[in-house]
Each structure stands twice: as C-alpha cells, then as structure tokens.
C-alpha cells in the first residue's frame, strides 16, 4: 500500500510539471529580391488545368529558408490553380546557407497570352 502511494505522488508532479515553451528562435523576415536570398531558383510550370480554362493571374507565396533549400511554402493570395506549381518550384530553390531560418515572399505571374482561333499562314521556303 506505501509503495502505490509513492507511485501515484511521483506520476502526479511529473503530469503536473508545465511544459517548457520552445527555444528557437522567430524566423528573419528577408526583405530584399528572392533572387538575392535564392539564386537557383525553378521556374513554376503552367498547369494544364490553367491552360484549359484560360486562367492567368498573380500568385504570392511566402518561402520559408533553412539550411540553404525552401523547407515550407505558403500560398498567400492567387488563383488555386497555380497553388501546385508554385509550390513545388520554390522547394526546388537552392539558396543562402544562412543560420537560423528565413521568411521570403515572392510574386509570381502566370499569362496565357493571345489565344490562336487560326493556324498561322504557311511560311513559303525559298531554294
């Protein structure tokens, strides 16, 4: 019966002790061109869906740096349809070996461009 009543004393204090808040640090929010933070970086590619529908627009992501490569992306504002795309291109940025981690926001535009109702006249070739 002692030894249960130590038991229960000790897993007590040990759920009651509070947790410790985290020790690392805020982020450093970059405030120059993202070619500077990244000089590799990957071209977003125009999704199909995109090109189907007609869709062009602006897209804002934020990048989050840590050890020179893009650990996490958020979309802030665009169509959806681009939200892959940008995405998967920024996580193939190489970029600054920087300590501590380091926030980036990037604005991308994606244009369909005139659409041809016609196929273009034949080019005559000359000999």
Same mark, same amino acid.
């Given at each position: 019966?002692?030894?249960? @009543? %130590? *038991?229960?004393?000790?897993? #007590? &204090?040990?759920?009651?002790s509070? =947790?410790?808040?985290?020790? $690392?640090?805020?982020? !450093?929010v970059?405030?120059?061109?993202?070619?500077?933070?990244?000089?590799?970086?990957?071209?977003?590619?125009?999704?199909?869906?995109?090109?189907?529908?007609?869709?062009?627009? @602006? %897209? *804002?992501?934020?990048?989050? #740096? &840590?050890h020179?490569?893009?650990? =996490?992306?958020?979309?802030? $504002?665009?169509?959806? !349809?681009?939200?892959?795309?940008?995405?998967?291109?920024?996580?193939?940025?190489?970029?600054?070996?920087?300590p501590?981690?380091?926030?980036?926001?990037?604005?991308?535009?994606?244009?369909?461009?005139?659409?041809l109702?016609?196929?273009?006249?034949?080019?005559?070739?000359?000999?």
């Amino acid at each position: 019966m002692k030894h249960d @009543v %130590v *038991v229960l004393l000790l897993f #007590v &204090s040990a759920c009651a002790s509070p =947790a410790r808040p985290p020790t $690392s640090l805020a982020p !450093v929010v970059f405030d120059g061109p993202a070619t500077s933070l990244c000089p590799r970086q990957a071209a977003p590619g125009m999704p199909f869906q995109a090109i189907v529908r007609n869709v062009s627009g @602006v %897209v *804002v992501a934020q990048g989050l #740096v &840590s050890h020179g490569s893009v650990q =996490a992306v958020k979309v802030l $504002s665009g169509p959806f !349809v681009f939200y892959d795309s940008v995405t998967e291109a920024m996580k193939l940025y190489r970029c600054q070996d920087l300590p501590g981690e380091v926030l980036f926001t990037q604005t991308f535009e994606f244009n369909m461009g005139p659409v041809l109702t016609q196929p273009p006249p034949a080019q005559a070739t000359v000999k």
